[in-house]
């Protein structure tokens, strides 16, 4: 009731990549688009370090389409109410490997109380189109807790790997 407007999605629709976060901020509620502020900047930092742009190779998205009053982590029924329209956008952009960012992202996705320090460091799996998800830190956190910045850096290594190693095994299967 308290957005200003709905936000649902920024990038390529055809992107190999798709970032998922919680839930938009005040700047992204204003501006209609996630990932916008200082924490937005962070990320476009983390993915131009592993290859990857904002415009080119990846689609944005959160689990809440509209920013929680307060700020507050998203509830149950709220979560429910736009799963399905995060779920389209997966179907809609297939992209090849999903990276949740943060616990309520990560949880919410995988429907799981599981902590972050649990769910980082493997390949999960999302949806009927089995997606391969990787979980690492929101940059939000990671402006309060630059400690951490190395885990992260850690955790969008292995989602490269991960990446790289469907990208040979698809090209394995065409040439066969």
């Not at 900047?41 to 415009?55: E, Q």
């Not at 944005?60 to 779920?87: F, M, Q, T, W």
């Given at each position: 009731?308290?957005?200003?407007?709905?936000?649902?999605?920024?990038?390529?629709?055809?992107?190999?990549?798709?970032?998922?976060?919680?839930?938009?901020?005040?700047?992204?509620?204003?501006?209609?688009?996630?990932?916008?502020?200082?924490?937005?900047?962070?990320?476009?930092?983390?993915?131009?370090?592993?290859?990857?742009?904002?415009?080119?190779?990846?689609?944005?998205?959160?689990?809440?389409?509209?920013?929680?009053?307060?700020?507050?982590?998203?509830?149950?029924?709220?979560?429910?109410?736009?799963?399905?329209?995060?779920?389209?956008?997966?179907?809609?952009?297939?992209?090849?490997?999903l990276l949740a960012v943060g616990r309520i992202a990560a949880q919410n996705l995988l429907g799981t109380e599981q902590s972050l320090s649990r769910l980082r460091g493997r390949v999960h799996r999302f949806g009927e189109l089995n997606t391969p998800l990787v979980v690492t830190y929101h940059p939000a956190y990671l402006l309060r807790n630059p400690a951490d910045k190395r885990k992260a850096w850690e955790d969008l290594k292995f989602a490269r790997s991960v990446f790289r190693q469907l990208t040979a095994e698809s090209e394995d299967g065409h040439r066969s």
């Open positions: 009731a308290g957005r200003t407007q709905g936000v649902f999605g920024v990038g390529n629709p055809r992107a190999e990549w798709m970032v998922i976060g919680e839930a938009p901020g005040a700047e992204e509620d204003r501006r209609g688009e996630p990932f916008v502020g200082r924490a937005g900047h962070l990320l476009d930092a983390m993915l131009r370090a592993i290859g990857l742009s904002r415009a080119e190779n990846v689609y944005i998205a959160n689990v809440l389409k509209s920013r929680p009053p307060h700020n507050r982590d998203p509830r149950p029924e709220e979560v429910g109410a736009c799963l399905p329209y995060l779920r389209r956008q997966i179907e809609l952009v297939r992209p090849r490997l």
